[in-house]
């Protein structure tokens, strides 16, 4: 029996494969909190998804999503996993726009469960190169699903995104503090190179993570962890010491940046 943040990594998992076999390659890019969570060793599980799309129409590309939501083999697949049903979206309601296209769906489980995701396309522009990999068999291991190639973004491509989501949302999310920690000790600071932040953005950044408690983080991200991961991270010192190290990574961007 899985649990609702694994019923939805579950999906997200199952969307990835059959978009790889059916979009081709280099014109998306998975990021976020999912790409960070398959590749990265996330602690985090994520509600949503997102992932940035280039050269493929808005019609196309929903034709090419509700192809794979309705296929009869994806739902065959998941209901191995308990998901019973999909709700697909409203298309008359959901929004379809040249930079925003985004597919709300309802899981419904063989226990009674409906859980909600999102999936959401970008086309404000790739940061940078994505790669293309294999999910690591350890992510997927827990669920019996064998490996395949996704494009996804770097770390240090996430680092960079994380960077501006904080500079940039009206209501800095603590979800991404903590992954700025998580990449930290992942990427190689040789690979920032002209960094395009100002020494303000820096500063702006360190004090923007400082300004966010930890009743947010415990509901935000904590909430979203396994039982185990909450012993751990659970606790107004964890976030302390996670708001600190990040600041200190910032704060090493920044030198590199200054040469």
């Not at 994520?46 to 994806?74: A, G, N, Q, R, Y």
Request: proline share 3%.
């Amino acid at each position: 029996m899985y649990n609702q943040l694994q019923i939805r990594e579950i999906f997200h998992i199952q969307f990835l494969r059959y978009m790889s076999m059916d979009f081709p390659t280099g014109v998306w890019a998975l990021k976020g909190g999912v790409n960070l969570r398959l590749f990265f060793k996330s602690n985090r599980y994520s509600e949503d998804m997102d992932i940035d799309v280039k050269t493929i129409s808005v019609d196309s590309l929903k034709k090419k999503v509700i192809k794979i939501l309705i296929s009869p083999s994806f739902i065959n697949n998941l209901k191995t996993f308990g998901i019973r049903e999909i709700k697909v979206p409203d298309m008359t309601k959901a929004k379809q726009t040249d930079t925003t296209q985004r597919f709300k769906i309802h899981l419904l489980t063989y226990a009674g469960g409906d859980y909600f995701t999102k999936i959401e396309f970008s086309r404000r522009g790739f940061t940078g190169n994505a790669v293309i990999e294999s999910i690591p068999a350890s992510v997927l291991r827990p669920y019996g699903i064998t490996p395949f190639l996704i494009s996804h973004y770097p770390g240090h491509i996430a680092v960079i995104q994380k960077i501006s989501a904080i500079l940039s949302r009206q209501s800095v999310q603590p979800r991404d503090i903590f992954d700025l920690y998580l990449l930290s000790s992942q990427v190689k600071l040789s690979e920032f190179k002209n960094l395009f932040f100002a020494k303000k953005d820096f500063l702006k950044v360190s004090e923007n993570i400082m300004s966010v408690d930890f009743s947010l983080f415990r509901d935000l991200v904590v909430e979203y962890m396994s039982d185990e991961d909450r012993k751990i991270y659970g606790s107004p010192l964890a976030w302390d010491d996670i708001k600190l190290k990040t600041i200190s990574f910032i704060e090493e961007l920044e030198k590199i940046n200054e040469q």
